[in-house]
Structures are given as structure tokens and as C-alpha cells.
């Protein structure tokens, strides 16, 4: 099997466990998380930091 590199993962939300608690939203330094309805991330500004998937309290962020 190919090795993805880092730069292929993708920082995901599972909206079947998100509550729209936005403490994700807070947390992200380059403001990519944005609510349109559901929290949506911009994957033009993110820069997979990692701070929104620590800050989840439902851990509905993953990094895949
Ligand atoms: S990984 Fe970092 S930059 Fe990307 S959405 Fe989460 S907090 Fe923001
Ligand atoms: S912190 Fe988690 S539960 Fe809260 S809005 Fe973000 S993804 Fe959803």
C-alpha cells in the first residue's frame, strides 16, 4: 500500500457526533472554521494544526 504523506490528510468533522458547540470555531488561530448551518471548514486557511480536533469535546474532529 501506498504511504499517504501528511500533506494529504484532511482535517474531517463527524456531523453525526458534532452538537454545534463551535468551541472548535474559538480554537482555530487562522479562523478557517466558519458556520454555515453546520461548523465547515476552509480548507484554503487550514493548516492542520490540529487545535480544533484537541479542543472537540465529542471528539467529532478527525484528521484522515
Ligand atoms: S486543524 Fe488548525 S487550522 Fe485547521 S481547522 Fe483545525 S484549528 Fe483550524
Ligand atoms: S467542537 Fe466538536 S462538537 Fe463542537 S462544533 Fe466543533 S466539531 Fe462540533
Do not use: F, H, W
Request: hydrophobic fraction near 35%; proline fraction near 3%.
Amino acid at each position: 500500500m501506498l504511504k499517504r504523506g501528511a500533506s494529504e490528510l484532511m482535517i474531517k468533522i463527524d456531523y453525526s457526533k458534532c452538537n454545534g458547540c463551535l468551541q472548535c470555531l474559538e480554537a482555530c488561530p487562522v479562523n478557517a472554521i466558519t458556520k454555515e448551518g453546520t461548523v465547515v471548514i476552509d480548507y484554503s486557511r487550514c493548516m492542520k494544526c490540529r487545535t480544533c480536533l484537541i479542543s472537540c469535546p465529542l471528539n467529532a474532529i478527525n484528521i484522515k
